[in-house]
């Protein structure tokens, strides 16, 4: 039952993870307004009582916040600014949302564009991967107007637990790169032990007891070393939109002077697996790199 007192929400995106963020909306009560390019991608939530929007204009006429989660910039480009993009059916004192891993130049660009037309706008980029997604409990990491990051810490608990405002538009994205690095190497790392351990006759389920509650833990030993024991290489997070993320990272590196060599490498090496036809598996498919 729809919750008269809760704002109209409007999701775009319902991909892996948006489908469960969106999902974890509707389940709290809000009125949910859905658009994704591939409409099948939503049925479930539809025949949950999500409701169906033909373009990201008529989101943003019905809804009162819009979160978007999309695939790469030159989406959430089209998304907001394209014919029948988010700005052109924007009513004043809407709330937009973009959570999909984007630049910061462009979180700026449409934080500057919504001040122009009187809407609230948000990076705040995610990070937890499909099981985050699916239990709530993504990172979450926000750049924007701290008045409408308090306004939303609501919604942004449904999604996740860890929500930290970082600062000015443009602040969330920049986290999601220093994250999506810290991640890179580590995904050498893990998969790297798994390599080590087979070739030295161990089993690979006994090392992973021993060394992922030590000082070698981490998110992608205890979450993704297990799928890659089981040959599960589905994607929690696509390799493909990984290397995007290192390309966005390797690129603000590059203006603010600085040189990355682990996250050089590590893109050298998920680029190849690409090459390889690997880009649709998920990221712990990098050790497909030693096959």
């Not at 319902?14 to 859905?34: D, P």
């Not at 910039?73 to 993009?85: A, I, L, Q, R, S």
């Not at 409408?148 to 449904?158: G, L, Q, R, V």
């Not at 994205?173 to 995904?187: D, E, G, V």
């Amino acid at each position: 039952m729809v919750l008269s007192t809760k704002k109209a929400i409007g999701f775009i995106g319902i991909g892996v993870m948006g489908k469960s963020m969106a999902k974890n909306l509707l389940s709290e009560g809000y009125r949910l307004f859905v658009y994704s390019r591939t409409k099948e991608k939503a049925e479930e939530l539809l025949e949950n009582g999500a409701e169906w929007l033909n373009t990201p204009k008529e989101i943003a006429e019905n809804a009162d916040i819009i979160i978007t989660m999309v695939g790469y910039p030159h989406d959430v480009e089209e998304t907001y600014f394209g014919k029948n993009g988010l700005f052109s059916g924007a009513k004043k004192e809407s709330i937009f949302i973009d959570m999909t891993t984007s630049t910061p130049t462009l979180a700026k660009k449409i934080f500057e564009e919504g001040k122009k037309l009187g809407i609230h706008t948000l990076d705040a980029p995610v990070s937890g991967g499909d099981i985050g997604a699916k239990n709530g409990t993504l990172s979450i990491m926000v750049g924007g107007d701290v008045n409408t990051f308090e306004e939303m810490k609501p919604i942004f608990s449904i999604l996740g637990e860890n929500i930290v405002y970082q600062g000015e538009a443009g602040a969330g994205q920049h986290t999601k790169m220093c994250n999506q690095i810290a991640i890179a190497s580590n995904m050498i790392g893990v998969t790297e032990s798994i390599v080590y351990a087979r070739k030295a006759g161990l089993n690979p389920e006994s090392v992973l007891k021993s060394i992922s509650s030590g000082a070698a833990g981490s998110w992608s030993m205890s979450n993704l070393i297990p799928r890659v024991l089981k040959e599960d290489y589905s994607p929690g997070f696509f390799i493909k939109h990984f290397i995007k993320d290192m390309g966005i990272a390797l690129e603000e590196a590059e203006k603010m002077e600085i040189h990355l060599p682990g996250l050089e490498l590590a893109k050298k090496m998920y680029d190849s697996l690409a090459e390889q036809g690997e880009e649709n598996n998920g990221t712990q498919a990098l050790i497909k790199y030693w096959d």
